[in-house]
């Protein structure tokens, strides 16, 4: 009796797992046929199917920390022990070979400056850099992914779609970083597109996310978490605010005591080693800053005033006779739109003696006539995107 109970125990327990085996069966076919709604985290065809494609953020091409080292000299002023003022040379930059001058811009009349970037890219692009904006206050925790679904689907069936999201992906995500200057928390480089390519028998979508790989944070490395990008935020703010209160007067006014006050109190980083000295955090909090914390620390000053300014960038010949990448602003007043250059009116002086009040100005609301003789722009804020600016003024304010 005992072998007979112990035979019908182990073929009931065979039943039960045939029935489980064939119900499971049924239950993954159902799935993989899209014939029943099942969740994610239950459905067999997403385990079976899905595999990811990671495309990280091009590096800012010349700009931005860990690259070239050779980027924006400053200009150098020596001075022997003498009563006269020392003068900077003018170079002519149009022996500087393939760079278009910005007097054949088509934007002519172009006065919106905020999103200046966002203004020119494609519609890809364009629904990245809206959501990415929509949720800049949840990647303040630098791993938080921006979703967007199926957005992409249809491109990304198209022969070279994967190529032109990438491109949209890198051209996005640089836009936003010079259009808000304020972003100062987030380091690009170690932002990523995800592409995840589910197939379903006959059947294949694509869902596109941007945001952290792996659960890598992409915050500047400064900052470690949320609470310490919001204390940063608000240092940065009250910052502004102190600027602010020093400012009065026209709209001229405005921008003279913003360029005074960062040519005052901001020192130019010769050795390219200190924290987020390409950021207004390095600028306005540590005081210590290159030409593109100069650029974004003015054009974030602006910005906050309703001045139209944007952050330019291409190529200039310093005071040594060397071409450089460099960055600088446009601003615009009464309807026209004039250079500043904050990072060459705040000269490294090397020895002592006289130096006239004029050096501080030499690069201050200048027309093409005079400004493009040793700067040209190119709007390559990554590879060769070549995004184009408002037409300079031909002369001085």
């Known amino acids: 009796m005992k072998i007979k109970n112990e035979n019908g125990f182990l073929h009931l327990i065979a039943y039960l797992l045939i029935f489980a085996i064939f119900a499971f069966t049924i239950y993954a076919c159902l799935d993989i046929l899209n014939l029943i709604e099942v969740p994610k985290e239950y459905s067999v065809s997403e385990w079976l199917s899905q595999h990811t494609n990671e495309t990280p953020i091009e590096e800012i091409e010349d700009f931005g920390e860990n690259l070239i080292e050779s980027l924006d000299r400053n200009v150098r002023i020596e001075i022997e022990n003498t009563s006269k003022p020392s003068e900077t040379t003018n170079f002519d930059i149009s022996q500087i070979t393939g760079r278009q001058s910005a007097q054949a811009n088509p934007n002519k009349n172009q006065t919106k ?11 890809y692009a364009k629904i990245m850099y809206q959501e990415l904006e929509k949720n800049l206050g949840n990647m303040k925790s630098g791993t938080y992914n921006v979703q967007f679904g199926k957005t992409f689907d249809d491109l990304l069936h198209q022969e070279n779609g994967e190529e032109i999201l990438n491109h949209s992906f890198q051209l996005a995500i640089n836009a936003l970083n010079f259009d808000k200057p304020d972003l100062f928390y987030l380091d690009v480089s170690k932002i990523y597109l995800l592409t995840k390519i589910k197939t379903k028998l006959w059947a294949t979508t694509y869902e596109v996310e941007i945001g952290s790989s792996q659960g890598q944070s992409y915050l500047n490395p400064s900052f470690a978490d949320a609470s310490q990008v919001e204390q940063a935020i608000r240092m940065v703010e009250n910052e502004k605010q102190k600027i602010k209160a020093r400012l009065s007067g026209n709209i001229e006014n405005q921008i003279k005591g913003v360029h005074d006050y960062l040519v005052d109190q901001l020192d130019y980083d010769s050795s390219l080693s200190a924290e987020n000295i390409y950021n207004i955090y390095g600028a306005l909090i540590n005081k210590y800053t290159v030409c593109e914390g100069y650029a974004r620390s003015f054009k974030y000053l602006m910005d906050d005033l309703g001045i139209p300014c944007l952050i330019a960038c291409g190529i200039a010949v310093n005071s040594n006779g060397e071409a450089e990448n460099h960055a600088w602003n446009y601003v615009q007043i009464g309807g026209q739109w004039y250079a500043i250059d904050v990072t060459w009116d705040d000269p490294v002086i090397v020895g002592s003696g006289y130096i006239s009040k004029s050096v501080n100005y030499k690069y201050y609301l200048k027309g093409s ?19 184009k600016y408002p037409v300079l003024s031909a002369t001085n304010y």
Do not use: K, M, P
Request: charged content about 25%; proline content about 0%.
């Open 113 to 123: 400056s905020e999103f200046l970037y966002y203004s020119q890219l494609d519609d």
């Open 369 to 387: 006539d005079e400004f493009f003789t040793n700067h040209r722009e190119d709007g390559n804020i990554v590879g060769n995107s070549n995004f």
